[in-house]
């Protein structure tokens, strides 16, 4: 059987770190062992285009994949049909049932010290506002610990978490828990500043959660930028008020298929690596990072 080169280079790494796991190997023996063969794989990423012009037909021809969308099942019976001209072996979608959040439509305005729209995203699984938004004075505060502090001055408050970014794992907890720890409090909705390194006024979403022990509280993005701006505000002691409107919500879960094939091996066809990665995307952008490597083509990202 022949398999496309994209697909060799992906199984190649993952048959490397199989490998480790099963021989105990310290990173700088596996290193030792394995370099001439991670060095042809990676060789073969370099030279082979193909894995590119996949993901970039991906993303071109079905657009975000959201769960839940038939953009996602699209670009689901497209997969299953490539993977199957590609050689691979029991190829199949299996049902499954999938969150599905609507998004709607969103926006954050600043109303005082003056009037100023602000770019904003609501976070995955959020609960939205009353149909004409809620407006209240913001509390910034760097940190859960800040927020602690701030106690009853909590209440009422649409709190904004402008937590500068360290790494994406001790960051996004601010996104993850944000809506929760502010609601404890009595918060009437959170804002956190946009997880990354890097804006140009560009929010960015992302999975949040709720704790049914407290209320479920509308939960948002704002850039970087922004937060900076309010935190200003706030350290010179002017009065911060918002209004935030979300028409997102949560609707029955939809069917969706998993995507799964085979690939035996034959020195050891009864042992199983497994890879897996996502399909689906969020809805605001092209659900990956494509970036050309010729100056003259299309750059874009997400």
């Known amino acids: ?22 021989h105990g190997l310290a990173p ?11 060095d042809r794989i990676i060789g073969e990423a370099i030279r082979n285009s193909t894995g590119f012009d996949r993901l970039s037909f991906l993303c ?39 969150s599905h959040w609507v998004r709607g439509e969103e926006s954050v305005t600043l109303l005082e010290p003056r009037e100023q729209a602000l770019p904003m995203l609501g976070l995955g699984g959020s609960v939205g506002t ?45 996104r993850s828990r ?23 006024q560009t929010p960015h979403t992302g999975a949040m959660g709720y704790d049914d022990s407290v209320p479920k509280i509308p939960h948002a ?16 002691g002017e009065r911060i008020v918002v209004r935030l409107k979300m028409s997102a919500e949560t609707k029955a879960p939809a069917k969706s298929r998993n995507v799964v094939a085979e690939w035996k091996g034959w020195e050891r066809p009864e042992e199983v690596v497994v890879v897996s990665g996502h399909i689906d995307s969020w809805d605001v952008g092209q659900g990956c990072l494509l970036y050309t490597s010729d100056a003259a083509d299309e750059r874009s990202s997400v």
């Open 1 to 22: 059987m022949r398999i496309n080169g994209s697909w060799a280079v992906v199984l190649g790494v993952v048959l490397l770190l199989g490998v480790e796991r099963t």
């Open 130 to 174: 009353p149909s004409k938004g809620l407006k209240a004075d913001v509390l910034v505060v760097r940190d859960f610990k800040e927020l602690q502090r701030q106690g009853a001055k909590v209440k009422g408050k649409i709190v904004l978490f402008n937590a500068p970014f360290t790494e994406y794992g001790k960051t996004v907890v601010f």
């Open 178 to 200: 944000g809506a929760i720890e502010a609601a404890r409090l009595g918060a009437v909705a959170s804002l956190i500043r946009s997880v990354g390194p890097f804006s140009m």
């Open 221 to 236: 993005a704002i850039t970087s930028e922004d937060a900076a701006m309010l935190q200003r505000m706030q350290s010179r």
């Open 28 to 38: 700088e023996e596996l290193t030792a062992r394995y370099q001439e063969t991670a």
């Open 60 to 98: 071109d021809r079905f657009g975000p994949r959201f769960s839940g969308s038939s953009n996602l099942e699209r670009a689901i019976d497209w997969c299953l049909k490539t993977m199957a001209v590609d050689g691979f072996e029991s190829v199949r979608g299996e049902e499954v049932m999938v």
